[in-house]
Each structure stands twice: as structure tokens, then as C-alpha cells.
């Protein structure tokens, strides 16, 4: 597999999570102290996630900055799949590893 589609997936999933857990949010009031905790767990590496990507519109020829650009989505996934995991309820992730 390319580097390049592994940075898309990584790049997929983590803006995925946002996206399907406020539109949760917004239809699933069932779910709706569920999709807070999934929300708050992921929302300091969104913040990561922008200033990396404002950083690199700023200045798109820095190399530490094209660096964090490219790598920063592989390199934080770990990261933002585990603390996506660790906060949903322990019969959900049982049944997510099965």
C-alpha cells in the first residue's frame, strides 16, 4: 500500500468521526451522552489537525511545516483511534473486537 493512501485513509477516518458523531448529535438523542464523550475525546487532536493545515496554507515551502502536513495524519492516527476506542462504553468495544 502507498504512503499516499494510507495518509487519505488516516485523513478519512479522522474527519469521518467528527462528522458521523455530530450528525449522531443531531438525530440520535438516545445516543446523545454517548456522542458528547466521542466528541471530547477527539477534539484536542482536531485542534492539532487545524493548525496543521493552517500552517501549511500560511506557509506551504517550509519544510518542517510540508513535514507535519504529510506525516501528522499517520503519525497522530494511533493516537486519535485509541482515544476514540477508550471512551466508548466497555460492551461496544468488546463487540467492535470481535
Do not use: C, H
Not at 39 to 45: A, R
Not at 66 to 85: C, D, E, H, K, P
Amino acid at each position: 500500500m502507498d504512503e499516499r493512501y494510507l495518509t487519505i485513509a488516516a485523513v478519512l477516518f479522522e474527519a469521518g468521526v467528527p462528522i458521523v458523531a455530530a450528525l449522531l448529535l443531531l438525530q440520535a438523542s438516545k445516543l446523545r451522552s454517548y456522542v458528547v464523550v466521542v466528541l471530547g475525546s477527539v477534539t484536542p487532536m482536531l485542534f492539532i489537525y487545524a493548525a496543521i493545515v493552517i500552517s501549511y496554507l500560511v506557509m506551504p515551502y517550509n519544510v518542517e511545516v510540508q513535514f507535519a502536513f504529510y506525516a501528522g495524519w499517520i503519525m497522530g492516527f494511533i493516537l486519535y483511534a485509541v482515544s476514540f476506542i477508550r471512551n466508548q462504553p466497555v460492551s461496544t468495544v468488546v463487540e467492535f473486537s470481535r
